[in-house]
């Protein structure tokens, strides 16, 4: 158990809706990282929060938001879904910065599965 | 901007032999990690091995090692003795050191699929 949790792990939905994912970090961890997982394919960065701020964004589609709460947990939210979409989110948690409390790992989530008809 | 690279699409091992995967990686900076993670078919993403760049000795996990050319920017992993529940999808990721700062997320290759064959 990586202490990450995620919630939901399977998602069906249709096309053209809205479906939000929901991320919990582990007790500590201030830096929150979304990453979107289509199927047989590699992990490809969307958005990195920070206590709470956009600190990175990587390929995110503009229908896809997130932000990160005063205790720290994360949202993603995904609209006007589209096929394309279907794929495994993964939440992942680290402490971000420095010195011997940064062993430079991020956490991972168990994801969640989104299938998109 | 920093790139992992793994050639390897696929691999396939016997069970109780080893196997070597590679790793490659393009970054300017002098202070990183550097990863391996699994994911089994669950699709849970598991650490294996972690090296920092400033450490010359490679890093040991149990029958997992890494072989570190910082140099050359390659990282591969070795595991030795396979058994059958290491079969699964093997990730390189690269990520700025600790002192990077608040956005340094990983970056992952594209995975080798290892097939453990009794």
């Known amino acids: 158990d990586s202490g990450v949790t995620q919630t939901p792990k399977h998602l069906i939905t249709a096309t053209g809706q809205r479906v939000t994912l929901r991320c919990s970090p582990r007790?500590?961890?201030?830096?929150v990282y979304w990453y979107q997982q289509s199927l047989d394919q590699g992990l490809q960065f969307l958005i990195q929060?920070?206590?709470?701020?956009?600190?990175a964004k990587g390929n995110i589609l503009e229908r896809f938001s997130a932000q990160q709460f005063p205790d720290l947990h994360s949202e993603l939210n995904l609209s006007s879904l589209e096929l394309g979409d279907s794929a495994l989110y993964f939440c992942?948690?680290?402490?971000?910065?420095?010195?011997?409390?940064?062993?430079?790992?991020?956490?991972f989530g168990e994801g969640s599965r989104l299938t998109v008809l | 901007a920093q790139t992992v690279t793994q050639s390897q699409p696929e691999m396939s091992v016997q069970e109780a032999e080893t196997v070597t995967l590679s790793c490659t990686y393009d970054?300017?900076?002098?202070?990183?990690?550097l990863f391996w993670y699994k994911q089994p078919p669950s699709r849970q993403m598991i650490l294996v091995i972690r090296?920092?760049?400033?450490?010359?000795q490679n890093a040991t996990e149990n029958r997992f090692s890494v072989n570190f050319q910082k140099a050359a920017k390659s990282f591969s992993l070795k595991i030795s003795d396979s058994q059958l529940g290491d079969a699964a999808m093997y990730f390189c990721?690269?990520?700025?050191?600790?002192?990077?700062?608040?956005?340094?997320?990983?970056?992952f290759g594209t995975g080798t699929l290892l097939a453990v064959q009794p």
């Open positions: 990721a690269y990520r700025t050191g600790p002192y990077g700062g608040a956005t340094n997320k990983l970056i």
């Open positions: 929060y920070y206590n709470g701020e956009e600190r």
């Open positions: 970054t300017s900076e002098s202070d990183y990690y």
């Open positions: 992942a948690s680290s402490r971000a910065y420095g010195g011997t409390a940064n062993t430079g790992e991020l956490f």
């Open positions: 090296q920092e760049a400033y450490k010359q």
């Open positions: 007790s500590g961890d201030l830096s």
